[in-house]
């Protein structure tokens, strides 16, 4: 299960990098690799909340790499 969450994980930061350069740049990396319109024409709105989205991204990128908790102890 850890594996299947690592995998999750690294695929939603994919994505949060992907809508930051869609809220900053108007540019779809993934749409560019994978075929079709890579600049798209946004809000000021959507832009906004795609870039935060993005920025979410960058924060959860160090969680790939914590340790775990040492599960407590029950008393």
């Not at 890579?38 to 959860?60: A, D, H, N, Q, T």
């Not at 160090?62 to 908790?69: C, E, G, I, N, Y």
Request: cysteine-free; glycine content about 8%.
């Amino acid at each position: 299960m850890e594996m299947l969450t690592r995998v999750a994980m690294v695929l939603v930061i994919i994505g949060a990098l992907n809508w930051l350069l869609v809220g900053l740049f108007s540019y779809d990396l993934v749409a560019a690799l994978l075929g079709g319109s890579s600049m798209r024409e946004s809000s000021l709105l959507s832009r906004i909340i795609y870039s935060l989205v993005g920025l979410s991204g960058i924060v959860l990128i160090p969680t790939l790499f914590r340790d775990k908790a040492p599960a407590e102890e029950k008393h």
